[in-house]
């Protein structure tokens, strides 16, 4: 239900009070709704709680962001990091629904593709990113889009040395985190 309803544009954000909720129905309601989940343990973190949904729900600068990629000849995608729900479009596009943008947010998109050999140095075409978003433009809801080119860049040690972003690791990781977090959730619930 809360999946079908998100179709219509409601976000649903569960609270699972001190002990003896059902978790798992709460966080599945919760994600299937790109809504947030919530334990809350006293009287002060449901008050912090709904403080947080209501600054966020006025921060919303963007609505259903969507990402279309299209592949470069030999390139699939092996997996994506993130929470992100992955479906194909008519034409065998993978499509990632990417849900809200909030004011000063970061969306971030990790992706596992499996490449050919890149054996020549210089710039590689891997994909294309076709977006869209609904946002409030002169006063209007309207329809957003526009598109990215992906490209990887082979060369030395020593450029990829210099090229190394400590902060593109640690939110690769993050995102690598939140995704196993989802694993071992969908594994507890078949084991239930």
Same mark, same amino acid.
């Given at each position: 239900?809360?999946?079908?309803?998100?179709?219509?544009?409601?976000?649903?954000?569960?609270?699972?009070?001190?002990?003896?909720?059902?978790?798992?129905?709460?966080i599945?309601?919760?994600?299937?709704?790109?809504?947030?989940?919530y334990?809350?343990q006293?009287?002060?973190?449901?008050?912090?709680v709904?403080?947080?949904?209501?600054?966020t729900?006025?921060?919303?600068?963007?609505?259903? =962001?969507?990402? /279309?990629?299209?592949?470069?000849p !030999?390139?699939?995608?092996?997996?994506?990091? #993130?929470? +992100?729900? *992955?479906?194909k479009?008519?034409?065998?596009?993978?499509?990632?629904?990417?849900?809200?943008?909030?004011?000063?947010?970061?969306?971030?998109?990790?992706?596992?593709?499996?490449?050919?050999?890149?054996?020549?140095?210089?710039?590689?075409?891997l994909?294309? =990113?076709?977006? /869209?978003?609904?946002?409030?433009? !002169?006063?209007?809801i309207?329809q957003?889009? #526009?598109? +990215?080119? *992906?490209?990887?860049?082979?060369?030395?040690?020593?450029?990829?040395?210099?090229a190394?972003?400590?902060?593109?690791?640690?939110?690769?990781?993050?995102?690598?985190?939140?995704?196993?977090?989802?694993?071992?959730?969908?594994?507890?619930?078949?084991?239930?």
């Open positions: 239900t809360a999946a079908k309803k998100n179709e219509e544009g409601i976000v649903t954000t569960t609270l699972g009070f001190a002990q003896g909720f059902n978790e798992d129905l709460l599945g309601m919760a994600r299937a709704a790109t809504g947030n989940f334990f809350i006293s009287i002060d973190d449901a008050s912090e709904f403080e947080i949904e209501l600054d729900m006025k921060s919303v600068v963007a609505q259903n =962001l969507t990402a /279309t990629l299209e592949f470069s !030999n390139v699939t995608l092996t997996d994506t990091l #993130g929470l +992100a729900k *992955v479906t479009d008519s034409s065998g596009k993978t499509v990632l629904v990417l849900g809200d943008v909030y004011e000063g947010e970061d969306k971030l998109l990790g992706l596992t593709l499996n490449l050919p050999e890149l054996s020549k140095t210089g710039e590689h075409p994909l294309k =990113l076709f977006y /869209t978003a609904d946002a409030i433009q !002169n006063g209007v309207a957003v889009s #526009g598109d +990215a080119h *992906v490209n990887a860049k082979v060369g030395t040690i020593e450029e990829a040395a210099a190394y972003s400590s902060n593109v690791t640690l939110e690769l990781s993050r995102l690598k985190i939140a995704k196993a977090k989802e694993s071992a959730l969908e594994l507890a619930d078949k084991n239930s």
